[in-house]
């Protein structure tokens, strides 16, 4: 019997350790990131932001650790406590690697709900930032947010 097909082994472990690093390099490829304006990363159940920070190593792979300084990762957790978590997990890890990123944002929300009922519990943006950044409590924002997550769809439920 092959070690990966006994029940709950290796599948957890791929799941947990590789799982969010795959996932990233499908949905993200090799595209090219613009230079002249942010890249949003979203993950509508971020969790600890294992997904994001998987996201983040993939585009250091693939473009370099400068192109971190145009990606804006956003996580939406309706847990308060990996709303909180996560931000602290992400800012840290780029601290003790000495890397800058563009604009970090967690809200703590129900992602099938109302954008508007969804609570900041972070933003923080680079203070060099070539453009301006809107602030992440702004209406227009969360709704942009929900929408480039595919808020219109989740709304049907």
Known sequence: M???????????????????????????GTTPLPSDRLTRICDLAVG???????????ICETHGPEALALVSLTGVDIDW???RMYPCQVL???LIHQLQLGDLVSYHGNTLGDPAAWSTYCHYSRADLPMQVAPADLPEVKTAVAASI?????ALF
Not at 150 to 154: F, R, S
């Open 2 to 28: 092959r070690p990966w097909s006994l029940p709950g082994t290796n599948r957890l472990r791929f799941a947990l350790h590789g799982g969010q690093r795959l996932l990233a390099i499908l949905n993200m």
């Open 48 to 58: 600890a932001g294992g997904l994001l920070l998987a996201s983040a190593n993939h």
């Open 81 to 83: 406590r990996c709303a």
């Open 92 to 94: 840290s890890t780029l």
């Open 150 to 154: 595919g808020g219109e769809q989740m």
